[in-house]
C-alpha cells in the first residue's frame, strides 16, 4: 500500500494501525507525507510501515523505494513453501492440498481460492474482492454466480465443515468467511 499520512478524514497512521493491528494485514506499506520530522517517520515505522516518504516525492524516488518493498515482500513469500492451517496442508509449489494423509483433487482456480481464504481466515471477503483477486475481474456491479459455484464445490471436496475443524461460511449480503472452528473445551459435568 501507499498511504498519504495526511488524509482528509482519517490519518495514514490511523488506517496503517487499523492495516496492521485489527485485520493483521501484512502487505507492506510506503508511507508518503509533508511531515517528516524524526518523530513522525519514527511513529509510522513503529506503526508498521515498511518505509517511509517525505513530500514532495520524487518520481523516480517513488518507483525505487516500491521497487524495493516488493522485492523484499516477495523474497519473503518465495521461501514459503508450504501453508498449514491444520488438518489441512497446502504445497504452494505443487499447488496441492493434503488433509491428513490424503491429497485433495482441486483444479488450480479451486487451489488459488481455497489458499485465498486461509490467508484471509477470520474475515469477511464480498464476492467483488474474490472476483478481482483470484479471477482478475472488476466486478463494478456484475452478478455472477461463478464464486458461489466455485465455493461450493471447495466446500465439498475439502470437507470445510465443523467436523474437520473449518468452516466456509456465505455472509448475507456481505460474501463469504473461512472460520477455524474452536473446540468445546468445557468438560461434562
Known sequence: YLLDGMLPEISGLDVLEKLRSELQDATPVLIATVKNEERDIV??????????????????????RVNAICRRSMAGRQDEANFDAPPYSLDLRQKQVSFGNNTISLTNREFELALFFFRNAGRVVSRAHILESIWGIDNAGVSTRTVDTHISRLRKKMKLNQENGWTLSSIYQHGYRLEQVVPDTIPAA
Do not use: I, Q, W
Open 43 to 64: 511513529r509510522a515505522l513503529e506503526s508498521g510501515a515498511d518505509d517511509f516518504l517525505a513530500k514532495p516525492v520524487r518520481r523516480r524516488e517513488l518507483v525505487a
